[in-house]
């Protein structure tokens, strides 16, 4: 046997003896979770968009991702087909019929809705993803381990993982315009969007905001905002003529998701162990394999 599997062996038996010994660990990370009174949010107005896209581009510049041309979102057969966010569109606008052949179509965007209770923050077993104290619920790429849990736990199926890359892939969502938002500054979308569908403030003035609408115009608004109580609310609020079930919003209670996230979490990692034990092993191997390369056995 030559030294470096002698080596090896004898950090594996050191780190077999340490879990062993080792006393049982909650497999969940705590997660910084700050639910602040003046937390931030964006309002949507849907009656007032007209798909132009322009938070599409601005959305994209602001996280560095090719955003081309402001002409090339004037193309609307990207409506033919209903859209999610994706790794390189953070927020992306799909359009509905309003069911009258005269009326004009219905424009709804969708992003992160920055739960107050986040699943995705509950589901990560390292405390990746954090709901920070001005409303955004963001991700930490030094911590995440690429588990995916929160895209199972999302209520709204947003996070999207950059499958294609080997090297470093990373979790894509919107932030808030977190490096924005934390500053006093506002996202990028509301910043650009010229039909002030998008209001940003504090969330619990943008409930009253949304009320008043509601109490001035019933007929243009259906009696219901949409996130100031599903899945325990969440930062981003929406305003609509038409029920939100038909506009690719999903029906969610008022119960926080962290509730099934949770369960489903402890009830496979009750204990820390077993991960750390599979991690040792498979870190063995590629330790071993990586210095067969290196010595050309």
Not at 89 to 98: A, G, I, M, Q, R
Not at 128 to 148: E, F, L, P, Y
Not at 156 to 163: G, H, K, V
Request: glycine residues 8%; aromatic residues 8%; proline residues 5%.
């Amino acid at each position: 046997m030559n030294q470096s599997r002698r080596n090896f062996f004898k950090t594996a038996g050191v780190i077999g003896a340490s879990i062993a010994g080792a006393k049982p660990t909650m497999a969940a990370a705590e997660s910084k979770n700050i639910l602040s009174d003046d937390r931030m949010g964006v309002l949507v107005d849907t009656t007032r968009c007209i798909g132009c896209r322009r938070c599409e581009f601005a959305c994209r510049e602001a996280h560095d991702i090719d955003a081309g041309q402001m002409l090339d979102y004037d193309d609307r057969s990207v409506f033919d087909t209903l859209r999610r966010p994706e790794v390189d569109s953070l927020t992306v606008v799909n359009e509905f019929k309003n069911g009258e052949p005269a009326a004009e179509a219905i424009n709804v965007k969708v992003q992160c809705m920055h739960c107050d209770h986040p699943a995705c923050a509950s589901a990560c077993i390292v405390g990746a993803i954090t709901k920070q104290q001005n409303g955004a619920v963001i991700w930490d790429t030094d911590k995440c381990i690429g588990c995916r849990y929160c895209m199972v736990a999302c209520p709204f199926q947003i996070p999207a993982f950059e499958y294609q890359k080997a090297i470093q892939p990373r979790l894509m969502k919107c932030d808030f315009c977190f490096s924005r938002t934390s500053q006093g500054g506002i996202p990028a979308c509301v910043e650009i969007c010229p039909m002030e569908v998008l209001t940003y403030g504090k969330r619990y003035e943008l409930v009253k905001l949304a009320r008043k609408r509601i109490e001035q115009n019933p007929e243009k608004y259906v009696n219901h905002i949409y996130g100031e109580t599903e899945v325990g609310g969440t930062s981003w609020l929406y305003l609509a003529g038409k029920d939100f079930k038909d506009l690719a919003l999903p029906a969610h209670g008022s119960a926080p998701a962290p509730g099934a996230s949770e369960s489903l979490q402890h009830g496979i990692f009750k204990y820390f162990i077993p991960p750390i034990s599979l991690f040792a092993i498979l870190g063995g191997i590629m330790w071993l394999s990586k210095n067969k390369e290196e010595t050309g056995e």
